[in-house]
Structure formats: C-alpha cells, structure tokens
C-alpha cells in the first residue's frame, strides 16, 4: 500500500469568503448539490460589536455572494450556527441580546424571529438544522443545575423548538 498523496498548498481566491475580510468563519454547511452557507462573526475595529453575516453559494462552482449581515452589530452577539438541506434552504442561528434568534433565507432576504429558548449560559450548547420541508429545528442543551458541564458527571435537560411551518415565527 502506498502512500496517501497530499494535495499542494492552495491559497483562498479573492472570491472566497474567506479571504480578504476580518470575519472568523464559525458555522459551514453544505449540501450533496454542492450549495453552501458559512456563518461568520464580523468584529469591530476595536473587537467590542460583533455582526453576525453569512455568505453563501448555489452550486458547486457558482460564485460566493458578499457578506450578508443577519442583524445590526452588538456587544451581546455570538457567532451564527449555519444549516442547509437539500433543496437549498439556508437558516442560521446564534445569541443577540441574551436570547437565541435565528434567521432563515427567504426570496427577499434573510428573516429574523425569536427561538423561544432558555437564555444562553457558559455551559449550554446549542445546534441548528433545517428539516427537507423547510421547517427550522433549534436545538439546545443544559447541565443541570449544581452539576459541572461534563456529560459523564451529570444530567442534562435537553429543548427541540420546531418552527410550524417553514419560515414562520417559532
């Protein structure tokens, strides 16, 4: 048995979402077409706001759209968790202003709306998806209270929130 090659050393295109900007990319998601979305935290020049953007492709070489920002910039942002399913809809997810919003790609743009989830906490951890009909899926887990944030020493309560309907209010 050979070897396993390594493919050479490649640089990002100017066109990629990855080069040429401050943003830290967080979340990537991309479907078997090869259409993609990555979320992305872009920061202030002085690191205190952070803007939640997301950039996406349709197609396996179509190009990468520009930076789209998913709500105005906050002290109180978390980078957006990115999901996609196979049809191509898009939704991100991440902490503003101490509660969890997620954002779904509409025809007209990316649409903001409340999870309903339990306030962020050190210790929770969170994850988005989006089902083949469309509908957002937010999930979110806590250790329980007085237990420390490792699986092994203790219980975790665990919340699914289910939009109703595909783009609707959760």
């Known amino acids: 048995a050979g070897a396993v090659a390594v493919s050479p050393l490649r640089f990002f295109p100017p066109a990629s979402p990855f080069a040429g900007t401050s943003a830290t990319p967080q979340s990537v998601a991309m479907n078997s077409r090869g259409d993609v979305v990555v979320g992305e935290e872009l920061r202030s020049r002085n690191g205190t706001a952070v803007t939640p953007t997301v950039r996406t492709r349709t197609g396996a070489r179509g190009p990468w759209s520009g930076t789209i920002a ?3 910039p906050s002290t109180d942002t978390s980078e957006p968790q990115v999901a996609i399913n196979a049809r191509g ?14 954002s779904r790609q509409t025809r007209t743009g990316w ?19 989006i089902t083949a ?38």
């Open 89 to 102: 809809d898009r939704i991100a997810a991440f902490r503003r202003l101490g509660r969890y919003v997620a």
């Open 70 to 72: 998913l709500a105005k």
């Open 133 to 170: 009909s469309g509908r957002g899926r937010f999930v979110h887990a806590l250790p329980d209270a007085g237990c420390t944030p490792d699986p092994d020493a203790c219980p975790w309560t665990v919340w699914i929130y289910d939009q109703p309907t595909a783009g609707a209010e959760w």
């Open 111 to 129: 649409r903001l709306s409340n999870v309903g989830a339990p306030g962020p906490s050190t210790a929770d951890v969170s994850a988005i998806a």
